[in-house]
């Protein structure tokens, strides 16, 4: 074990006995969620990951620490103090253990962490990808890094078009990370079901999802497998008013100068604000609903 990572109790117990367990990420509660809905959605999406006989390990860092499995007190902690909480992604990682300092982690720090403690499931709303405009701002989330080198696979509901889908695909398919839909063959974009790209593959069960991670890893393949599951048809939303709030919040962006690990919770909230409270309740429910299959997959694995 990691001499850095810590496990709570109940994950350490699930690992040693090899039952199923799904991680979670902390920059949606911090960042992703305004407080109190983040700190009741992580609590919520935990229980559903029960319901569906696997054991939740939320994912941050706390005090230096890497912790897998966080008390309802730690997750209450990074949702009161929210954008205050650094959001670490991997090259914030050794100055925040160094330090001894708090993190909400990513997608790529929760790939890293899960990796670390052996988890092989990862629940999350949307993931990082290569942002628009990115030819000349070369803004690329270090998730697309992690999911080619770290073997976790990551379910999400697609990517939001704050990013620039097509190139997103693109450096994928370049790292060599399979882009699957599940029960799907169009790329979800997050609050709608339709992006107007192609997945690699459609897959329709958990077993196959499981069987297709567990072939990348068999052949050393290593790296991670993206899997985007669309939100439900009755909380999607209407295209034509996202992708006007997203255009206005990346034009907004542009003017002041926003920049660097800033740009990405800047864009998502400003998109919530431009929305108001419809973009929450999606939200939470895409999150579930991604829940749900990863406790599948990990019943699976
Ligand atoms: N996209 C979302 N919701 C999120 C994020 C992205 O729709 O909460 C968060 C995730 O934690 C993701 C991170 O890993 O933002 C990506 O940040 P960046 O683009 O700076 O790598
Ligand atoms: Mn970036």
Same mark, same amino acid.
């Given at each position: 074990m990691n001499t850095y990572l810590d496990l709570s109790p109940e994950v350490a117990s699930a690992m040693q006995q090899g039952q199923p367990v799904v991680a979670l990420e902390s920059t949606i509660i911090s960042h992703g969620m305004p407080y109190p809905q983040n700190v009741e959605t992580a609590l919520r999406v935990e229980q559903t990951i029960r319901e569906g006989g696997a054991v939740p390990a939320t994912i941050a860092i706390i005090k230096g620490r890497l912790k897998a499995g966080l008390t309802h007190e730690e997750i209450e902690y990074l949702g009161k103090k929210g954008p205050l909480v650094t959001k670490a992604s991997r090259r914030d990682l050794p100055v925040l253990v160094a330090r001894q300092q708090d993190g909400a982690t990513t997608v790529a720090t929760t790939m890293i962490i899960a990796a670390l403690a052996g988890i092989k499931v990862f629940a999350t709303g949307g993931v990082g990808g290569v942002h628009r405009?990115?030819? !000349? !701002?070369?803004?690329?989330?270090?998730d697309l890094e992690e999911l080619a080198r770290t073997p976790v696979m990551v379910i999400c509901a697609g990517a939001k078009s704050i990013l620039d889908l097509g190139l997103t695909l693109e450096y994928l398919e370049t790292k060599g990370v399979p882009v699957i839909g599940y029960g799907t063959e169009e790329l979800p974009a997050f609050y709608t079901r339709k992006s107007g790209f192609k997945v690699d593959y459609r897959i329709d069960t958990p077993e196959e999802l499981a069987a297709t991670f567990q072939a990348k890893q068999a052949m050393g393949l290593g790296g991670g497998m993206l899997v985007t599951n669309p939100i439900p048809e009755e909380y999607s939303m209407d295209p034509e008013r996202i992708n006007a709030a997203i255009d206005e919040a990346i034009s907004d962006a542009k003017r002041l100068g926003i920049h660097g690990k800033e740009t990405t919770p800047y864009l998502l909230a400003r998109v919530k604000d431009l929305t108001g409270g419809d973009s929450l309740a999606s939200n939470i429910q895409l999150v579930l609903n991604n829940a749900r299959l990863a406790a599948q997959v990990a019943n699976k694995l």
């Open positions: 405009g990115a030819e !000349t !701002t070369m803004d690329i989330s270090a």
